[in-house]
T-cell receptor
Framework: GAGVSQSPSNKVTEKGKDVELRCDPISGHTALYWYRQSLGQGLEFLIYFQGNSAPDKSGLPSDRFSAERTGGSVSTLTIQRTQQEDSAVYLC????????????FGPGTRLTVT | GESVGLHLPTLSVQEGDNSIINCAYSNSASDYFIWYKQESGKGPQFIIDIRSNMDKRQGQRVTVLLNKTVKHLSLQIAATQPGDSAVYFCAENSWGKLQFGAGTQVVVTP
């Protein structure tokens, strides 16, 4: 079946602009996660959604970052007023539950802020 | 999903030999650990997992060992193949949130 998909695969934006990154999880997966992979910080957790519960936003680095998940499926990660340090690969994952469930990752969106 | 480097340690292995990749974790309360493989341009891919009530688990050509006393995890790959060349990450799963180690670059030489 189809895996996790992300779009765009690459995004170049100017400093100060807003960007939206999209994630389509595996159909039926109730949990969705966003991670960031960067030179300075490695792979780090940003936010996750589980069903209708309030999202766990504990990994978001600043209030410029936000995410939403509509209808329990597609998610959008928004970065406002982008900075050069936001340049990274943004990875989305989904799983059929939280806790001891395998997370399936998408290919990521490479964001470059110039 | 290309892995970007933090001066990743590199393990160079000859094809056919066994590989051992090590990982230290920090949280003694962690109860679920996973190994991921990441190839260039792709997202991390699940390899094998282990819960804290076990000290060893085997999969196809892979074995994970967990030593809770010294908070150490290792991944053994038997008969390493060229397709095993990738960056390998260990991760602690804390109720869904994965905390990743820095990663190890494995290079398989002919």
């Amino acid at each position: 079946g189809a895996g996790v998909s992300q779009s765009p695969s690459n995004k170049v934006t100017e400093k100060g602009k807003d960007v939206e990154l999209r994630c389509d999880p595996i159909s039926g997966h109730t949990a969705l996660y966003w991670y960031r992979q960067s030179l300075g910080q490695g792979l780090e957790f940003l936010i996750y959604f589980q069903g209708n519960s309030a999202p766990d936003k504990s990994g978001l680095p600043s209030d410029r970052f936000s995410a939403e998940r509509t209808g329990g499926s597609v998610s959008t990660l928004t970065i406002q007023r982008t900075q050069q340090e936001d340049s990274a690969v943004y990875l989305c994952a989904s799983s059929s539950g939280t806790g001891f469930y395998e997370q399936y990752f998408g290919p990521g969106t490479r964001l470059t802020v110039t | 999903g290309e892995s970007v480097g933090l001066h990743l340690p590199t393990l160079s292995v000859q094809e056919g030999d066994n590989s051992i990749i090590n990982c230290a974790y920090s949280n003694s309360a962690s109860d679920y650990f996973i190994w991921y493989k990441q190839e260039s341009g792709k997202g991390p891919q699940f390899i094998i997992d282990i819960r804290s009530n076990m000290d060893k688990r085997q999969g196809q050509r892979v074995t994970v060992l967990l030593n809770k006393t010294v908070k150490h995890l290792s991944l053994q790959i038997a008969a390493t193949q060229p397709g095993d060349s990738a960056v390998y990450f260990c991760a602690e799963n804390s109720w869904g949130k994965l905390q990743f180690g820095a990663g190890t670059q494995v290079v398989v030489t002919p």
